[in-house]
């Protein structure tokens, strides 16, 4: 490996801030490895709530919605925290204002709990799924991108980095594009930021988590929402997110129908039901989806505060908070071509053990490296093999990406600083079998 003084000083810094990490690592893109300033972080802030009382000690998070903001070029304000990706996706599109008959873009290669959280909404809300086609290599095509917002799309939602495969997606370029259609871009960037360049895609939103490539804690997602509009808000509204619109009138016109089997209370009661059942209905709701809020007990604060959950682990966020200030002192663009290289390794001394071959293109440039097995082998077993010698490996199942994955794959995600001879090591475990 050639390894350029750029490339060789992440690796060293990466590894000299971790007095421990588990032997022959490789599963960044599953959970890595926090550094000793983190965990000291999250430790020195449970100490400091038992000392002083958990509200009291509530720790300022201003500096690390500043760090994680800057990775993006976006303001504090922009920055939600909350508990995974997942539930980070789920705030955002769960409480989007979007009509029956709204069209939202996505691949098939989405991440699978997007998936079925937009196969879910577009049952209940009425809202259309419209494929954004792939590449034979699973890359997003620009132009049939440009087409299908020609033809109109309301949204469009985009893995940058898959969990399934390691094509890195070309999000700046359909950031540019859904920017001069005026159609909102939401990119999920759990597997990119800190991997990848993520600056310069322009998204309206990006959904995030601490434990993967960032090296936080586990327990944390986050949002970064640059473009927040009206039409943006959690369907959970929180104390610390909404305001009261009048509250002498919190029951509003509804408030007849609560206890009482008056005909309001019927109707109010029957059109609960009907939503429930026909996701067409939503339309027809007292609460249009298609605008504002009118009519509604509450209103969101300014700013990404609105998505944020605010009972919380508190001490995993100010650990964010530090990993990230650490991925700031590294240098990304220099953590991005170390991983790059690593990434280009591992695919060349990989692909062809065992009968093993790299899914993705061998000089992608990530360190997201998926491999198939031959047919007389299997992720599952190959990963229990590298177990047995000491190599934590990664395997995808199918339901991942259900409508992109075949079969299962084993997924090698080295953090930076990771020596050659692991990846020679699991070379051999992938030719003994
Ligand atoms: C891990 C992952 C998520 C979900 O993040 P969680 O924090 O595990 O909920 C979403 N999208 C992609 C591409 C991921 O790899």
């Known amino acids: 490996m050639t ?33 000793d300033r983190v965990l000291d972080a999250v430790t020195a802030h449970l100490r400091r709530e038992r000392e002083l009382g958990g509200y009291r000690a509530a720790p300022d998070l201003t500096g690390a919605r500043a760090s994680l903001a800057a990775l993006v070029d976006a303001e504090p304000g922009d920055v939600a925290f909350l508990e995974s990706g997942t539930e980070a996706m789920a705030a955002l599109l769960g409480g989007w204002r979007l009509g029956p008959g709204s069209r939202v873009g996505c691949t098939r290669a989405e991440y699978g709990s997007t998936f079925m959280l937009l ?7 009425g809202w259309r799924l419209i494929e954004l086609p792939l590449d034979g290599a699973g890359r997003l095509d620009p132009d049939g991108l440009r ?10 939602v985009l893995s940058h980095v898959g969990s399934h495969h390691g094509v890195v997606q070309p ?19 759990c597997q990119s930021l800190g991997h990848v360049e993520v600056r310069g895609t322009e998204a309206s939103a990006y959904v995030g988590t601490s434990r993967k490539w960032l090296a936080g804690p586990r327990g944390v997602g986050f949002l970064i929402i640059p473009g927040l509009t009206d039409t943006m808000d959690t369907l959970a509204p929180t104390l610390a997110g909404h305001i009261w619109n009048d509250p002498s009138e919190p029951w509003g016109g509804l408030g007849e129908s609560w206890g009482e089997s008056g005909e309001s209370g019927k109707s109010w009661n029957s059109r609960l039901e009907s939503w429930g059942d026909r996701g067409s209905s939503w339309g027809e709701s007292p609460e249009s989806w298609d605008g504002p809020a009118v009519g509604e007990a509450s209103r969101p604060v300014p700013g990404a505060a609105r998505f944020e959950t605010s009972e919380a682990a508190v001490a995993a966020r ?3 908070g530090v990993a990230v200030r650490e991925h700031h002192e590294l240098g990304p663009p220099a953590v991005h071509a170390h991983l790059a290289e690593l990434g280009r390794t591992a695919r060349g001394l990989l692909d062809g053990a065992g009968g093993w071959r790299v899914a993705e293109p061998l000089d992608e440039p990530s360190a997201l490296v998926t491999l198939s097995p031959p047919p007389d082998d299997t992720a599952a077993r190959a990963a229990a093999r590298a177990d047995e010698a000491s190599l934590l490996v990664g395997v995808v199942p199918v339901a991942r990406a259900p409508l992109h994955l075949r079969e299962p794959v084993l997924r090698v995600s080295p953090p930076p600083g990771t020596p050659v001879e692991t990846f020679e090591a699991l070379a051999r475990v992938l030719s003994t079998h």
């Open 3 to 35: 390894v350029s003084p750029a490339i060789g000083r992440v690796g060293a810094a990466w590894r000299a801030a971790r007095s421990v990490t588990p032997a022959g690592h490789l599963d960044a893109a599953g959970c890595n490895v926090p550094s």
């Open 119 to 125: 196969r879910r909404l577009a049952a209940r809300r």
């Open 147 to 156: 087409a299908r917002l020609r033809s109109s799309l309301d949204l469009v």
């Open 171 to 189: 999000a700046a370029e359909a950031g540019a594009l859904c920017r001069a259609a005026g159609v909102p871009f939401v990119l999920d960037v």
């Open 318 to 320: 100010a650990g964010l």
